[in-house]
């Protein structure tokens, strides 16, 4: 019996000692600063990652759409980005219905795509004037050319060599707070969606988008049933804007005049 306590005991201690060796380096370099700060050679370095990292999404949510049509059993012909707007991939389906499946289901599933920059949306104009073709739109509309690199970003210090900070290094700081407060209480993406939709009530080109909202909507509802303080939160959030005391009336009336034009067009049918 001595010996097997004697054997555990020397185990632990082996375990002890081998996680303190895998550990204990990570922690020692994290707690020591850089060696140098970043200088203006390697601002460039990273300059230039970051614009292969931005065209990279370009081939990356190419191949998300094609995963995701193969998931929902529907195939394109084409998937390309748009020429004039690097915003807007067309979706290019043989029939309509596989279109109107795709349309139905890319709102959810775009806004899950874990890496926030690469989420995918339907464009605002939806089908268009072609119902087997669906325009998609992505949070980082841009392609950039590593020849504008200098143009495109500015190195800063963080602080003078008197200890002065530089009028750059605040005008950043200044703009990320800026955009932080707009991100809290500025105009949401549907709320830009409803205002674009009720505008034009008598143009049926945003139909599919309004039923993709409402569908959201009434997603929403059902699940936050037993919780409405929780829904409350997000159909504020849904039209949060500058004309946001206004949309939902709009919105709830464009809705019911669609529902109005869908029976008569079912009772026709």
């Known amino acids: 019996m001595e010996k097997q306590k004697r054997w555990q005991f020397y185990l632990i201690l082996a375990v002890m000692a081998l996680t303190l060796y895998n550990v204990l380096p990570t922690v020692l370099y994290y707690t020591k600063p850089l060696k140098e700060p970043i200088g203006p050679e390697r601002a ?53 219905r596989d279109a109107a499946l795709f349309e139905r289901f890319l709102p959810l599933a775009g806004e899950q ?56 290094y605040k005008n950043i700081v200044y703009s990320r707070a ?42 929403v509802d059902r699940v936050f049933k037993k919780n409405p303080q929780a829904a409350n939160r997000y159909f504020a959030h849904l039209t949060q804007g500058d004309n946001g005391a206004k949309l939902p009336k709009q919105f709830l009336a464009y809705l019911e005049n669609l529902q109005t034009r869908l029976k008569a067009k079912q009772q026709g049918l």
Do not use: C
């Not at 008197?162 to 009028?167: A, V």
């Not at 009720?198 to 988008?209: G, S, T």
């Open 44 to 96: 460039e370095t990273v300059a230039m990652q970051i614009v292969d990292r931005v065209n990279g999404l370009e081939d990356e949510s190419k191949e998300w759409l094609y995963s995701f049509s193969r998931l929902l059993g529907v195939k394109p012909e084409e998937i390309k980005l748009n020429s004039q707007n690097p915003q807007l991939y067309e979706v290019t389906f043989k029939q309509s």
């Open 113 to 168: 795509i874990p890496f926030m920059p690469a989420q995918l949306a339907l464009a605002p104009q939806g089908r268009g004037n072609e119902d087997n073709k669906v325009q998609v739109v992505r949070r980082i509309g841009v392609h950039l050319n590593s020849g504008d690199v200098s143009s495109l970003f500015q190195y800063s210090k963080i602080r003078n060599d008197d200890g002065s900070i530089p009028e750059l």
């Open 178 to 219: 800026e955009r932080l407060a707009l991100s809290l209480a500025g105009e949401t993406e549907s709320a830009v969606q409803i205002e674009a939709i009720v505008k034009q009530p008598n143009e049926h080109e945003y139909d599919d988008l309004a039923i993709s909202l409402a569908g959201k909507i009434v997603d």
